[in-house]
Structures are given as structure tokens and as C-alpha cells.
């Protein structure tokens, strides 16, 4: 079966192109920074995070026709995309953070070859869709090797306080709903409510394995996005 890549949910083959091998998996490394101690054998090391992944793939170009049109549609399929998914993996995605594209062999009219190097974030993310809870406590199970940052709407009035993993989040003069992503490390409300003032309290994280989470107040509802994440 062939392996087809999709930019922001678009095949390869609508812009008749082919992946020419499979291309390595890649593992993000650990950011580490070694601080010398004198009198110390070998350097203390902070952890930093992980760093971005290079993701080399190679493709071809083979029609029965001229194809400089062709790399043109090509080039607008790779410009500006977010999301990399491969069609034997459906499931999962990579955040795009750059593409840089080869020089294009084109020695005879009708074929073409080149590599687009994508630079990506360093981890894969599960699809995953919002779930709505409307009864306090609830349990959820991460599945990835490495903490979510969730995205969680609370629908609710007045003072509520959220608590994920017996860490407490105030969130206070609520009139209908405030959003708490945090990936962006916001609050808002809509588009352009910045509602950061009504909370007080860490972003909240769901580890690997149990996750536990309730709240006090009058809520409705909550909607919570994992945003499950695998190294």
C-alpha cells in the first residue's frame, strides 16, 4: 500500500505528486543545560524541554505531460500548511513550523524529483474531539507518553474553582463561560475576550495515566480537549 503525506488534511496525490521512499521516523532529543560545578565531577544538567524535529521527504513528480504547471500547484500545496499527517497513521499529526523545498530535478519534461525538509515541533498529537461532562468528579486517562496541555470550557456563573490532580484554579465573576487553553497559557471568552484577570492558579496539565478533575460552583458544563501528545 502506498504512503501518501497530507498537508492540513490534503493529499500529495491531488497535486500529482508520489512519495518517493519512506521517510525516517524521527525522535525529538532533550534540551539539557550543563552547568560545571568546581570540585565537581561532571556537570549538573537542567532539563530544558525538547528540542524541534527535522523531517526530510523525498517525492516525485511523473505525469504524461509537461509539469512546470505542475510544480507550481505543488509549491502552493506546501506554502503556509500547519498540520503533517501520513495516511498509514490517520490518527495522529505533527505541527508544521517550517518547509523548505529543494531544487527540483527535472531533466526530462514529464518527471520531476525533490525533497522538502519540514521542520516540526517535537511532538506527534493524538486527534482528539471535545467531550462534554456535566457531573463532578471525573477521571481521564492519558494515553501519551509525555503531559497535554487541554483545552477546557467551563459554562457557568459567578465563582467556580476547578481542580486537576488536586491542583486548584479560580475562576471568578463568570456571567455564561470562560475558556482555559493551556497550550496558549490564556483565558478568553469568544475571539477576543481576554478573561486572564478572572482566573487565578496554574494552567492546568493532564499527566500520563489518571488524571483526576472536579469543581465546585454553578456549572453547567464543562467541554474539555486532551490534546493528548507522544514523543
Known sequence: MGLNVLLDGIKDE????????RPAIPTAKRKLKKIPVPGRDGDLTKFEGYEDVSLPIDF?????????????KIKGW???KSVLTFSDDPNYFRKIKNIDIGNIDNEVEF??????????GPFEY??????????SPITLMNPGTYFSQPLIKIIGTGTVVLTVNNV?????NLTDEIIVDSELGEAYKGLTSNMNDNMSGPFPLFVPGKN?????GAVT???????????
Open 60 to 72: 516525485n513528480i511523473l505525469e504524461d505531460r509537461n509539469i512546470k504547471g505542475d510544480i507550481r
Open 14 to 21: 491531488t497535486v500529482f505528486l508520489s512519495v518517493a521512499n
Open 126 to 135: 493524538q486527534k482528539t474531539v471535545t467531550k462534554t461532562y456535566t457531573t
Open 168 to 172: 486548584g484554579i479560580t475562576l471568578k
Open 111 to 120: 518527471y520531476g524529483a525533490f525533497t522538502a525538509d519540514f521542520l516540526l
Open 78 to 80: 506546501l506554502m503556509n
Open 212 to 216: 483526576s478533575i472536579s469543581w465546585t
Open 221 to 231: 458544563k464543562i467541554e474539555i480537549d486532551e490534546r493528548w501528545r507522544y514523543l
